[in-house]
């Protein structure tokens, strides 16, 4: 059925950033102090302990937009606010393909790596050493090489952003696997390992190699292609292509929308360290170095050049689709119907879109509709939670049971984690019966024997809907992590296409098939036990992971 005419007059409007909140602006003072007088960044510890309450979020309401279902504005109207804050690319909804499994993302990857012909642009949060992981380098080797041999002049230009911390860790790691490729073909290689300016001074010295990540990472998720990109929340590594389950979407020939990514992916690798044949990094010339600079100048030179990519593309986005617009006005537009809107998040850069955009998708949900939320680490903000306890929208949360956490059986003190997931559940779950909402929210855990869960995102029904119209998937988990530590991007697809709507079901109801729901006897059993020193650690630790 084609979308109406009216769902297609964007709002035109210049984004705002909310006003930072008030424990933001002490950390900045602090940062600002330390680099004044050249002291010691265990200052850096005060606001990674604690959480700030953001600023509250407001947005103006747009005159004309829909605000029910069956308006003018068709079912999807709801939504178009998002045009205001960041680029709208509408693309046909039957270029969109929801993937099912780690292996159908290992082996889509392997297969686009080697047809590939002008661009490969891969964003993780590392590249794991193993087997699988040394087939897919082996696949850009491959196309590396035709490219190389079909032309004095090769086409293929191969990017990789990966996050140094991680990517660094060990004597064979990430950098390791790559090196052969970058050492053979430079011109045509680039592996950018992205350092986060809160990792500085005394406390990168103190901070133990294999925990220096919790201080904030990059953790975007993007595998490009051509003119096709995978969106999702999935390493590089071995357990993503098997048996971690996660989520994919891959869009078929959307090049406007394959042109951001390639670029944001750009931007963050050029405020990156860049890896040399001789395994050494050194920045971009005329870039401020992430953790020897000044961390101000740092973080406003890169919030700089990522937003020159958001702005620029918000603004093409804006006058191509008013163009279409009126080009096409009283023409059949069943095609192009679907919107993607790419969401950014990056507070230590000071970005804050993704977080907006999700507390005013979260604020304006209806009380008859419904949201399915899955995270793979139950850890919501205050604000995102003050929200789910105090909307009047029926919730269907989807988080991992203590078996199927990444940290089950983990060593030392990464092996009580999962206990501390089980007691923020816990507490979150008394909130639920306190305030009496056990019939609006409802929380599930997910399991199967031998597998991991990492799938993280949400699912929109409007009211007397039985299939989404809005997802959201990519890398945040909607935790303290992903708001304030870490780089992360995702996408909120808004379709129409009936087809389209049909896979996201599925993959919802494929997700929550394998979970039981939470009730207080869960935390009775003698496996969710959360021993003493966990409930007294967690309240202190929770803001790392």
């Known amino acids: 059925m084609a979308a109406p005419m009216s769902w297609r007059r964007l709002v035109h409007s210049v984004y705002s950033p909310a006003i930072a909140g008030v424990f933001t602006r002490i950390s900045d003072r602090l940062f600002r102090a330390r680099d004044r007088r050249g002291g010691s960044s265990v200052l850096l510890l005060a606001p990674l302990l604690a959480e700030a309450d953001p600023a509250p979020y407001h947005v ?19 939504f178009k606010w998002m045009a205001e804050h960041v680029p709208a690319f509408r693309v046909p909804g039957t270029r969109i393909h929801i993937l099912r499994s780690p292996d159908q993302f ?3 990857m392997k297969a686009r790596i080697k047809t590939a012909r002008r661009r490969v642009v891969m964003a993780s949060l590392y590249l794991g050493t193993g087997q699988l992981e040394q087939e897919l380098v082996d696949c850009m080797e491959e196309a590396l090489k035709r490219s190389q041999d079909q032309s004095h002049s090769p086409d293929l230009k191969v990017s990789i952003l990966l996050d140094y911390t991680r990517g660094s860790r060990g004597q064979i790691n990430s950098r390791t696997m790559l090196l052969p490729l970058l050492q053979r073909f430079t011109s045509q290689m680039r592996v950018s390992l992205y350092h ?10 103190l901070v133990p190699q294999r925990f220096n990540e919790t201080i904030g990472v990059q953790h975007i998720k993007v595998y490009l292609f051509d003119d096709s990109v995978i969106i999702s929340g999935a390493n590089l590594s071995d357990s993503y292509f098997t048996n971690r389950q996660d989520r994919y979407v891959l869009l078929e020939n959307c090049r406007e929308v394959a042109d951001f990514f390639s670029d944001l992916v750009e931007a963050v690798g050029d405020v990156s360290l860049q890896l040399q044949p001789d395994d050494s990094v050194n920045m971009v010339e005329g870039m401020v170095h992430p953790y020897k600079g000044n961390r101000q100048d740092f973080s406003a030179a890169a919030r700089e050049r990522i937003m020159e990519v958001m702005n620029t593309a918000h603004t093409r986005q804006r006058v191509l689709n008013r163009w279409e617009e009126s080009e096409d006005e009283g023409m059949s537009d069943g095609e192009e119907d679907t919107w993607v809107f790419p969401l950014v998040q990056m507070r230590p850069l000071g970005i804050q879109v993704d977080e907006q955009v999700t507390q005013r998708l979260l604020t304006d949900a209806g009380p008859d509709s419904t949201v399915f939320l899955t995270s793979g680490y139950f850890n919501l903000t205050r604000a995102y939670m003050r929200l789910v306890l105090g909307a009047g929208t029926n919730y269907r949360i ?13 060593k030392g003190v990464a092996g009580a984690i999962p206990a501390a997931y089980v007691h923020i559940a816990r507490q979150f779950y008394s909130q639920v019966c306190q305030l009496g909402q056990q019939e609006r929210v409802h929380l599930h855990e997910y399991h199967r024997p031998l597998w991991t869960f990492h799938a993280k995102g949400l699912w929109y029904y409007l009211q007397g809907q039985n299939r989404p119209c809005l997802t959201l998937i990519g890398s945040p988990n909607f935790g303290y992590r992903s708001v304030h530590r870490d780089l992360e991007a995702q996408i909120a697809i808004v379709t129409e296409n009936e087809e389209l709507q049909s896979q996201l079901q599925e993959e919802q109801e494929t997700l929550y098939q394998r979970s039981s729901e939470v009730s207080s006897s869960t935390f009775e059993r003698p496996d969710r036990h959360v021993q003493l020193w966990v409930k007294l650690v967690t309240p202190l630790i929770k803001n790392f992971f």
């Open 60 to 78: 103006t309401r747009p005159t004309g937009l829909a605000g029910a279902q069956g308006s003018a504005d068709g079912l999807c109207g709801h």
């Open 106 to 108: 290992y082996q889509t």
């Open 196 to 205: 986060t300016p809160d990792l500085r001074g005394l406390l990168r010295m």
């Open 398 to 410: 989807l988080t991992a049971s203590p078996e199927v956490n990444g940290f089950f059986g983990a």
